[in-house]
Each structure stands twice: as C-alpha cells, then as structure tokens.
C-alpha cells in the first residue's frame, strides 16, 4: 500500500525543478524568438509568443516525465492520456468554453457593457492563436492536474486535493497583468472546473479541450485572457471597467464568468456522481 505522504511530498520535491528547468527552456525559447531582454515594454508578436510557449511545454514535459519514471514509478500515459472513448470528452469540452464565450459575449453586448467596433479576419493570426492555446493547455493541464492534482489525491479526500490544486493553479497566475483578488478568485474557480472531472475520471482530455477553448473563444471575442492581449477575432471597446465586464482582466474576471463556472462545476459534479453512483449499484 503506498504511503499517502508521498503524494504531497512528491508536489513539494517537483515544485523548484520545474521553475528551474521550466525557466530555463522559456529562456531558452524567448532566445530563439528574439525577444528583446533589453526592452521593458517589449510586446511580443503571435509567432514569439507561440515559440515561446512552445518550449515552455517542452519543459514542463521533461520536468514531469522525469519525475513520472522515476520518483512516481508511472508510465506517462497514465497522467490522465488514455484516448480509449475519451473523444467525446474532447469534444464536449471544446462545446462547453464555445458555449460560455459566445453567450457572454452577446450577453455582455445586449447589456451594453461592451461595444462592437470590428472584425479582423487573419487565418495565420487564427491557426497561431490555436497553437499557443493548446500548447497552454497541455502544459497547465499536464502540471497541475496530471502531477500536482493527481499526487494530491494519494494524500488527501479528492476533493480537498482539488481545492489544494486550484489554489496553486490561482497562485501561477498571481502575476499576471491587471490581476486582482477578484480575478484571482475566479482563477480559484477556473481551476475547480478544470479539475472537477479529473478527480473522477484522472483523465486529461475534458480539462485540456475546455481549457484550450476556454482561452481561444475568449481571445477570438475581443476579451483578454487573464489579463494578457492577443489577437482577436472580433473587436470591441469597453465604456467603463466593471465586474459586470471583467475590464482589462478579460471576461474569465467578470461576475458572469463566476455564475457560469459555478453551475457548470456543479452540473459537472453531479454528472459523475450520479454517474458513479449507477455503476456501484451495477
């Protein structure tokens, strides 16, 4: 029987390699882009923005296989990777982050919160824009639900390694720009929703889908994305920064992300248990 301490220790032990290597292929990846060191407000184009996130994947893949094979003595795929009738989690989670930006956005119009001003249509804009976000996904994923949540759960009642887990994944995201409490609250809430299926599942691909569509559906509607601008599909001008709208954070720090996120936590949750409940009585 394996000791439920290791599973918070191996969270603790993994933490300072992986900023370390992780920080060292970013460094690495901002080179080969040619980010400029020298420039405080240097603003990174699509393509530096892609390359770099690209070796941050690379890292954080490194880091945890390593740590995979030989701290946890797991085979990789066993993260949360089995594909076996996992495409319609994919697909749903895709559906769930569309759903979610498209109501918000015609919500936060009608309300007049936001304003229309135009529509960019850049297809390289567009297919950079679904590789850095999927390459966001599966690092974020990979690390915090398919290590950090994952070892978690050896140590604690799963849905307090949840909590544990989002606090972290909140906390990554403390400095990003025009984050406040508020918005770090909703990134609480962001990581129960990515996790909740995995603590029953311990499959990664309904996390990944929804996180990859999360943050593309919101970039393509005009919002920023946890503060940080990219391009966009549609633009839009905010009169006034509110929590109605999410100002400069972009939506995922506005009051319909929270009521949006709670009831699909809650439907989600309910869908497993009841799920779980059905095969125990099998």
Known sequence: MENKNRGWQRVLLIILPYIFIGGLFQFIGALIAGADFTNVD????????VIMSFFSLLGTFIVIWFFSKYLDKEKFINLGFQLKNRGVDFGAGIVLGAVIMILGYVLLLNLGEITYTKTIIDFKEILLSIVLFTCVAFAEELLLRGYVL????VSFNKYLALIISSIIFALMHGFNPNIDLFSMTTIFLAGILLGISYIHTKNL?????????WNLFQTLFGFNVSGQDSYSLIEFSITKNT????????FEGSILSVITMIISIVGIGFYYERKNTKRNMI
């Open 150 to 153: 994952r070892n978690l759960m």
């Open 243 to 250: 929590l109605l709208n999410g100002g400069a954070f972009g």
């Open 42 to 49: 240097f603003q990174k184009t699509s393509e530096q923005q």
């Open 205 to 213: 691909w309904f996390p990944i889908a929804l996180h990859l569509s």
